[in-house]
T-cell receptor, first 113, second 115 residues
Framework: GDSVTQMEGPVTLSEEAFLTINCTYTATGYPSLFWYVQYPGEGLQLLLKATKADDKGSNKGFEATYRKETTSFHLEKGSVQVSDSAVYFCALTLNTGGFKTIFGAGTRLFVKA | GAVVSQHPSWVICKSGTSVKIECRSLDFQATTMFWYRQFPKQSLMLMAT?????????EQGVEKDKFLINHASLTLSTLTVTSAHPEDSSFYICSVRGDGNQPQHFGDGTRLSIL
C-alpha cells in the first residue's frame, strides 16, 4: 500500500550544522510530496512542496527534490538554527481516490546553541 | 495570517463529559475538512473526512458514535467527543485542503485532557 518512511529521530545538531532528514515513499501513480513542520504545542505548517518529478521545493533555507527514480524527497538545510527545533513530517497526497494524504512518522530535530 | 481556526486550544474535563471542538476555514470555502488525532511523539492519524452537507467518512477503527462530526457549512466543521474517557485524551487537529492535491492547512490543534 501507499506509505511514507522517514528516518527515525531524534536528530540532534549544533547550530550552523548541515541537516538531512531522509524520506522515501511508496505510492501508486504520481503523488504530490510535502514537508510539514510542527512546533511544540501547535498544529502543522506547510514547509515546502513538490508536485512532479525533479521539482525542488524550497522555503526558509530548507529544500527537497522530488526524486522519482529513488522515490525520495529528502529534506536538507545548509545551516540550522536553534529556532529550527521542531518535528518534521514528510507527506504525500495521492492524486486519485479523494486525494488522501499519508504522513510519515515524523522526525524530531533538536538544535543546540 | 491563519487559514484555519481551531477552538478551543486546550480542554480539561471530567470523565463522561462530551466535548465539542470547532474548526473554521477562514480563507476559503471548504467542502472537505479532515480530523486527525496525534498521540505524544507520534504521527497524525486520520480519523475522518468531513464532507459539507453529508455524512463524514470515518477511517477503519474509529467509532463514529464516539466521535461525532458535523459539517453544516462550508466554513465550519465540528468534532464532538461523546462521553469522553481518559483514553480519549489526545491532541486533535483539523485541516482544510484546497482543490485537488493542494497542501493542507492545519489548525493549531486542541489538547484534550480527560480526568
Amino acid at each position: 500500500g501507499d506509505s511514507v518512511t522517514q528516518m527515525e529521530g531524534p536528530v540532534t545538531l549544533s547550530e550552523e550544522a548541515f541537516l538531512t532528514i531522509n524520506c522515501t515513499y511508496t505510492a501508486t501513480g504520481y503523488p504530490s510530496l510535502f514537508w510539514y513542520v510542527q512546533y511544540p504545542g501547535e498544529g502543522l505548517q506547510l514547509l515546502l512542496k513538490a508536485t512532479k518529478a525533479d521539482d525542488k521545493g524550497s522555503n526558509k533555507g530548507f529544500e527537497a527534490t522530488y526524486r522519482k527514480e529513488t522515490t525520495s524527497f529528502h529534506l536538507e538545510k545548509g545551516s540550522v538554527q536553534v529556532s529550527d527545533s521542531a518535528v518534521y513530517f514528510c507527506a504525500l497526497t495521492l492524486n486519485t481516490g479523494g486525494f488522501k494524504t499519508i504522513f510519515g512518522a515524523g522526525t524530531r530535530l533538536f538544535v543546540k546553541a | 495570517g491563519a487559514v484555519v481556526s481551531q477552538h478551543p486550544s486546550w480542554v480539561i474535563c471530567k470523565s463522561g463529559t462530551s466535548v465539542k471542538i470547532e474548526c473554521r476555514s477562514l480563507d476559503f470555502q471548504a467542502t472537505t475538512m479532515f480530523w486527525y488525532r496525534q498521540f505524544p511523539k507520534q504521527s497524525l492519524m486520520l480519523m475522518a473526512t468531513s464532507n459539507e452537507g453529508s455524512k463524514a467518512t470515518y477511517e477503519q477503527g474509529v467509532e463514529k458514535d464516539k466521535f461525532l462530526i458535523n459539517h453544516a457549512s462550508l466554513t465550519l466543521s465540528t468534532l464532538t467527543v461523546t462521553s469522553a474517557h481518559p483514553e480519549d485524551s489526545s491532541f486533535y487537529i483539523c485541516s482544510v485542503r484546497g482543490d485537488g492535491n493542494q497542501p493542507q492547512h492545519f489548525g493549531d490543534g486542541t489538547r484534550l485532557s480527560i480526568l
